[in-house]
């Protein structure tokens, strides 16, 4: 299947963005018309990359939870899933190694009335980082909770476990929050269009480091999409 997803609001990415996808997951490119560029991400090349890294994960725990909610978003029924996921990372800089302990927060408000879809290709179809214990943590975050989601928030809440890294002077605040909201107002599986999943022809290509639509705010919000599917 393929997906476009068009950001109408919000501060995640500039109005109008969309990101378009027809492989899986697997390759994400973020258009911004407003400068006709565009950003492409190769997911597995990213995930490698991360399992290349000297990363440790320790002491996962895991909570799930059905919530009783049942809004109506983008005019259809909905349930409320929370999953909670704590864990501490090491990430080891030379030999400076950060420590932190994760609480991830996830809640989605999700429908089944498309089928699989979520599980099948939002999941990103099983990429692997190569770390073992990540890619549990990874599966969790988007397997767990079944269906489409029409609403979702994730709150992560990070705490530095062992002060400033050794021998550097910068300092490192003790505990930081990132939030990001999304919500789905429109949604609707259309035949395949090919020229919904394509990129003008007259848009370039952003170098990296400028226009760089892959990496939204701390503070990311979401509020308006208009999701596409086939």
Sequence with gaps: ??????????????????VISTNGSRTLTYVDPSLKSYTEVSTSSVAASIGTSNITVEN?????????????????????????????ITVSFGTMPLKQAVRTIIDKWTTVQFGDIAENYLASGGIRTG????DAILDAETTRIKGFPLKQTVEI????????????????????????????????QVAPKPAAFAIPVTYRRAEPGTNDLTKPGVQADAKDLLVVLS
């Excluded at 609001?9 to 963005?17: I, K, Q, V």
């Excluded at 062992?162 to 939030?179: E, F, I, V």
Aim: glycine share 8%; no cysteine; proline share 8%.
């Design 1 to 18: 299947g393929s997906s476009r997803v068009e950001f109408l609001s919000g501060n995640a990415y500039p109005p109008g963005t969309y």
């Design 157 to 188: 809440i990070t705490t530095n476990m062992r002060g400033n890294l050794p021998g550097s002077k910068l300092a490192l605040s003790p505990t930081r929050t990132q939030k990001r909201e999304i919500t789905v107002t429109s949604i609707k």
């Design 131 to 134: 770390n073992a214990e990540l």
């Design 60 to 88: 996962p725990k895991y909570d799930f939870a059905k919530l009783e909610d049942s809004p109506i978003i983008a005019g259809i029924p909905t349930e409320h899933y929370r999953l909670t996921i704590s864990y501490d």
